[in-house]
């Protein structure tokens, strides 16, 4: 695995991501996670919602059977970089964006004061598929990592050229639920895993342990094209306006 940032060789001893659904911590994080734990660290999960939309329709089960495989997927998922510490939040998946937000926020950011992470990952604004829970997700744990003043904050993201080089596929497939992820500049994303061999496989055992969401997608792209597709987490810092905007889901619900 390369990464292309000096600051990055820091050890990172304990890791939280703070996510909306069960495969949005393997598809953003599952590089970055496995190499913490194979440095010694320790990594802990926020799952804010079940995922248990993530069917068809025309699935006849209940949400609560959705809900149980979407957990044991995630369990299993963690199971293989050994990852134990997952929080389930069990908020409705689509709800994030509903008030209360400050009661996530402060769970959230219990969290944090528990574990105090060296370093915190999440959505940026974009929320990268541009989904109603991931962009709340951005601004609740933002505003949580405001509050609890834990480690260092880094927002997943897209760089333009990946953004480039999938377009075809992306649209293809209809993969965004709204628009394309705001990319950026690759010399904004500061931290950067390519991960190729041994790490690579992992992922990929990650995300197959997630089989209703996975199976699919992968498909779609054949196996030798999805592996390139997840190869590269990328990950840059929040801006200051950022961090301040993310207040504004604490105002908005006072
Ligand atoms: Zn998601």
Same mark, same amino acid.
Request: negative net charge; glycine residues 8%; aromatic residues 8%.
């Given at each position: 695995?390369?990464?292309?940032?000096?600051?990055?060789? =820091?050890? $990172?001893?304990?890791? @939280?991501? /703070?996510?909306?659904? +069960? %495969?949005?911590?393997?598809?953003? !994080?599952?590089?970055?996670?496995?190499?913490?734990?194979?440095?010694?660290?320790?990594?802990?999960?926020?799952?804010?919602?079940?995922?248990?939309?993530?069917?068809?329709?025309?699935?006849?089960?209940?949400?609560?059977?959705?809900?149980?495989?979407?957990?044991?997927?995630?369990?299993?998922?963690?199971?293989?970089?050994?990852?134990?510490?997952?929080?389930?939040?069990?908020?409705?998946?689509?709800?994030?964006?509903?008030?209360?937000?400050?009661?996530?926020?402060?769970?959230?950011?219990?969290?944090? =004061?528990? $574990?105090?992470?060296? @370093?915190? /990952?999440?959505?940026? +604004? %974009?929320?990268?598929?541009?989904? !109603?829970?991931?962009?709340?997700?951005?601004?609740?744990?933002?505003?949580?990592?405001?509050?609890?003043?834990?480690?260092?904050?880094?927002?997943?993201?897209?760089?333009?050229?990946?953004?480039?080089?999938?377009?075809?596929?992306?649209?293809?497939?209809?993969?965004?639920?709204?628009?394309?992820?705001?990319?950026?500049?690759?010399?904004?994303?500061?931290?950067?895993?390519?991960?190729?061999?041994?790490?690579?496989?992992?992922?990929?055992?990650?995300?197959?342990?997630?089989?209703?969401?996975?199976?699919?997608?992968?498909?779609?792209?054949?196996?030798?094209?999805?592996?390139?597709?997840?190869?590269?987490?990328?990950?840059?810092?929040?801006?200051?306006?950022?961090?301040?905007?993310?207040?504004?889901?604490?105002?908005?619900?006072?």
């Amino acid at each position: 695995m390369k990464r292309n940032s000096e600051t990055d060789n =820091k050890k $990172i001893n304990r890791l @939280l991501g /703070v996510w909306s659904h +069960p %495969d949005d911590e393997a598809y953003l !994080s599952a590089g970055l996670m496995a190499q913490v734990v194979k440095d010694g660290g320790s990594v802990t999960i926020v799952t804010i919602t079940d995922g248990e939309k993530g069917f068809p329709e025309s699935d006849p089960r209940s949400a609560a059977d959705k809900s149980a495989q979407r957990r044991g997927e995630l369990r299993d998922a963690m199971a293989e970089i050994g990852v134990r510490d997952i929080r389930f939040l069990g908020i409705e998946d689509g709800e994030v964006a509903a008030p209360p937000q400050d009661m996530l926020v402060a769970r959230i950011a219990g969290v944090m =004061k528990q $574990i105090r992470p060296d @370093l915190v /990952v999440t959505f940026g +604004p %974009d929320g990268i598929t541009g989904h !109603s829970d991931h962009v709340a997700n951005s601004a609740i744990a933002t505003a949580a990592w405001n509050s609890a003043g834990f480690g260092d904050l880094w927002y997943a993201a897209k760089t333009e050229s990946w953004l480039n080089q999938w377009r075809k596929q992306h649209d293809d497939f209809g993969l965004w639920m709204t628009e394309e992820p705001t990319g950026v500049p690759n010399e904004m994303a500061e931290h950067v895993l390519d991960l190729e061999g041994p790490a690579l496989d992992k992922k990929r055992a990650v995300l197959a342990a997630h089989r209703s969401q996975t199976q699919m997608v992968a498909e779609l792209f054949g196996e030798a094209a999805y592996r390139e597709w997840i190869c590269q987490e990328t990950f840059r810092s929040p801006t200051p306006q950022e961090l301040r905007d993310a207040d504004r889901v604490l105002e908005y619900v006072r």
